[in-house]
């Protein structure tokens, strides 16, 4: 009897949802409703992303312009280096690439060869 009550408990369930899916008749305010705040929720979120995007864009972009005054107010020389090894020692053409800050201090300092080797020699 339990399962015979249970069963159609299930097929009236099963009529009402099949009703409701072939219905013709329009969606009630409160469907409307909550479709309505599900875009508006999802407008604001791809807002709110577009805005962070421009943002980070933005960080980024005056990062680079720093980096990139910072390499255009390198100051390149020419010299020569001497590299001592024990009793051996060789003196070499370099170009000498330094950056310093407003006080003078030495920010960052590289030395390349001037004349490097052919690949292979």
Do not use: C, W
Not at 5 to 28: A, E, F, K, P, Y
Not at 33 to 47: E, P, S
Not at 67 to 85: N, P, R
């Amino acid at each position: 009897m339990m399962k015979a009550r249970m069963r159609q408990h299930i097929t009236n369930g099963m009529q009402h949802v099949r009703v409701r899916l072939t219905s013709t008749r329009g969606d009630t305010l409160a469907e409307v409703l909550v479709a309505m705040m599900i875009a508006v929720l999802a407008t604001v979120l791809l807002a709110t992303m577009v805005m962070t995007s421009l943002n980070v864009s933005a960080t980024n972009e005056r990062a680079q312009q720093q980096a990139y005054q910072a390499q255009s107010t390198m100051v390149q020389k020419e010299g020569t280096a001497t590299i001592t090894l024990g009793d051996a020692s060789e003196t070499i053409d370099v170009k000498v690439f330094r950056s310093t800050d407003e006080s003078g201090a030495v920010l960052f300092e590289r030395y390349e060869n001037a004349n490097p080797r052919p690949d292979g020699a």
